[in-house]
């Protein structure tokens, strides 16, 4: 999993390699981090869709595919993809695409660690659930052209985050086992949390709480 810190707009960003999500949020607690973006649907919806993936698909436009519709809360446990695609369809009438389904263990891994307390205005940490191809969206003012997987669209990802970090002005370099898109989807993330810490986000599905009182809004 790779985590950023970073501070003040203009400042540079630093990237790690972490074990696993406790390991994240126990070192954003340990240095004092203000804001924590998570790349991963935290709160879950019931029968009807998210209203922050209607909304946060609607602005990405062309670049809607990137985001998978989140699981639905009855499919969180499931086992296999047979399990939670037939919980799915049950509950909502919709089944679960595999892309969803392989979500669920992170899904989990973050809830087993934060509470919904901590996805509050003032938990110190704040955490919030950021979706880096619509934090660049706000961030360009559009979306994305190409890929983040093709050198163009890695070269316009790093076109955008060149003003806000001052050692972006070219590729990082690769962290092993992460590819440069983990990377610039993770400065990504940091650039939302910096903003969930200035109070200037953008929220999605802003007030919309699943079943169990985690915040299923999307910041950017």
């Keep these: 999993m790779v985590a950023v810190t970073t501070t003040e707009p203009g400042s540079p960003v630093a990237f790690s390699l972490r074990p696993s999500f406790a390991d994240v949020w126990a ?79 992170k899904v989990r891994e973050v809830r087993a660690v934060l509470t919904p307390e901590d ?36 070269a316009e990802r790093l076109d955008a985050l060149a003003p806000e970090f001052d050692n972006l002005d070219r590729a990082p370099p690769l962290l092993a086992g992460a590819t440069l898109d983990d990377l610039l989807d993770a400065a990504a993330a940091a650039w939302t949390a910096r903003r969930m810490a200035a109070g200037t986000a953008t929220v999605l599905g802003e ?3 699943d079943p169990t009182g985690f915040p299923m809004a999307i910041w950017a």
Excluded: Y
């Design 207 to 209: 007030g919309d709480i």
């Design 27 to 105: 070192q954003a607690q340990n240095q004092g981090v203000v804001a924590v973006g998570v790349d991963m649907p935290i709160g879950l919806p019931g029968q009807e869709r998210r209203r922050s993936d209607v909304e946060a698909r609607e602005l990405l436009g062309p670049r809607r595919s990137s985001l998978f519709w989140t699981p639905p809360l009855c499919a969180l446990n499931a086992t296999d993809h047979a399990e939670a695609n037939r919980l799915s369809r049950v509950e909502t009438g919709r089944g679960l695409s595999i892309q969803a389904f392989h979500l669920l263990p």
């Design 119 to 154: 996805l509050g205005p003032h938990a110190k940490p704040q955490a919030a659930e950021v979706h880096p191809e619509t934090s660049f969206a706000v961030l360009a003012g559009q979306p994305m052209a190409a890929s983040k997987r093709q050198p163009d669209g890695q």
